[in-house]
DNA sequence: CAGTGGTCTAGACCACTAT
DNA sequence: TAGTGGTCTAGACCACTGT
């Protein structure tokens, strides 16, 4: 699957620490008996670290080693770019999503904007409205804009499914970062239609643009969540200064 | 300050992008010629690269070179552990902290959970209450708790201005990473007397475990929003599959 | 094809931690 | 002092992009 040499480092030791091979607390080998362990070099078996370093698997102290954290204090980080749907198969959820509606629009002036689009630009987009359920009430509202000239085919089963894989696998595209904003609104008619809002006078929402390898905008998502549902956990490191 | 070649390279492409030296869309210099440019290596140039991406600066694209972003469309991530301090700064928000109050007291069960001490463990801890005002409206309450064994004198003074600044200028600990997570609340009776919180029935809660370099947690804040001033942005990277 | 970034190597020297 | 991680080097080969 992978090829790489780091990676394959870095998923190997990634998997002793959620076995409980290595615990927390505990240190991994050195670097230098890393690199023998798989025949590698150094600077090789520094990149599989520093992965776990960001992740949150381990610690680098100078001088002494790599420390296992106890990654079960963290929880779940949901940063980092995951689809829905492959968090809540983490999560084992009694989840389901519904199609409420898919259709191609015309660009408008608001959607351009977001887009990063010129006013002069034309273009459809597909508009993707999907519930999810979680344990039987509608909890979280997801509205997607999708470039057709990027998705052409789109279809009702595929939007059940996750998006994310039919992009990746089917089409080939290689989704590389996004800009994420979480605020709280009050909810439109279509929220109070399509969830099951109880009393809560207030929505979180997760806005969301997403790029490709190529640095092209391919879609915006809109994420509504009931407040009470709403859980959003980061793992994130201070950067030298 | 920083003595690191590839910090220096960084932080000089970083200026030259914010500076508008180099425009989001355009290519910096191949990594053979920044190697030059720089009288370096072309590790010590990807590492610089490297940080340049995760960070949002630029995005590397195989066989084609480096392309600035547009930053400007991320307005500001919050995310990467910056104070409040850090933050109103560059937003340059007419801001203002007040101390409510800051005490020390005894570690109870539930701080013990938080910061995953021993039931039998005891000790004490700094119980600092703040109120962040933004323009001229009493917006969020900070409650931080922090182990006195590592912060002996802390005091009203210090509170006001940045704790971030004095742990890491004065007392020279080194805040490493943190857990955030991001909840929506009811408010408590505390809340609605601190806060201008209007006609709001829920806040936005941001609770932050902060670690320093040797793994020890040390703070605990509980960072509470009126829910209309909340956001949050984040700039995440898809990690390959 | 030439030019770009991606991976990997073997080795050097430095800074920090322990004993 | 020995062992650890942090930085830097010079070079190799590969994979991808454009012409």
Avoid: C
Avoid at 80 to 98: A, F, M, N, Q
Avoid at 134 to 152: C, N, R
């Amino acid at each position: 699957m992978v090829k790489n040499k780091f990676q394959m480092i870095y998923e190997q030791i990634a998997k002793e620490i959620q076995n409980g091979t290595i615990k927390a607390g505990e240190f991994l080998p050195s670097e230098h008996e890393l690199r023998q362990q798989y025949h590698t070099s150094r600077e090789t078996v520094r990149k599989a670290l520093k992965l776990l370093s960001e992740q949150g698997y381990i610690q680098k102290m100078q001088g002494k080693g790599s420390i296992v954290l106890d990654m079960s204090k963290f929880n779940f980080p949901i940063s980092g770019l995951v689809s829905y749907k492959e968090v809540s198969e983490k999560l084992g959820h009694r989840s389901k999503t519904t199609v409420i509606s898919l259709r191609e629009i015309e660009l408008d002036s608001s959607l351009k904007a977001e887009f990063y689009l010129d006013e002069s630009a034309n273009g459809t987009v597909w508009e993707l409205v999907r519930v999810r359920d979680i344990d039987e009430e509608a909890i979280i509202l997801d509205k997607d804009y999708l470039l057709t000239s990027m998705v052409p085919d789109l279809t009702e089963e595929i939007s059940e499914n996750s998006l994310y894989e039919y992009i990746e696998s089917e089409l080939g595209l290689a989704i590389s970062f996004a800009k994420k904003e979480i605020t709280v609104e009050i909810p439109t008619k279509e929220d109070r239609t399509l969830l099951d809002l109880e009393d809560y006078s207030l929505v979180v929402v997760v806005k969301s643009h997403v790029y490709l390898e190529d640095t092209t905008q391919f879609q915006l998502t809109e994420s509504r969540h009931r407040p009470d549902k709403f859980r959003f956990v980061d793992f994130a490191r201070r950067r030298q200064r």
